[in-house]
């Protein structure tokens, strides 16, 4: 996992590793395991999860 600065701040220092995320049609965004491909969480008011890279 990254490392994560100051309590409080409100964000990350560098990425998630070994994390990705996709967004399907409906609207949710998916976090998806590069190792195995499998979902692991799903955000689903629209927003994307915060500092995980988006796949293509």
């Known amino acids: 996992m ?3 600065g100051k ?3 409100g964000h990350r220092n ?3 590793k070994e994390r990705s995320q996709f967004q399907h049609p409906n609207g949710h965004w998916y976090k998806r395991d ?3 491909g ?3 969480d799903v955000n689903q ?3 994307p999860h915060k500092g995980v890279r988006r796949e293509d």
Do not use: H, L, S
């Open 14 to 16: 560098g990425a998630v």
């Open 34 to 36: 590069t190792e195995t």
């Open 38 to 40: 499998q979902i692991i």
């Open 45 to 47: 008011n629209g927003q």
């Open 2 to 4: 990254a490392k994560n």
């Open 7 to 9: 309590t409080g701040d």
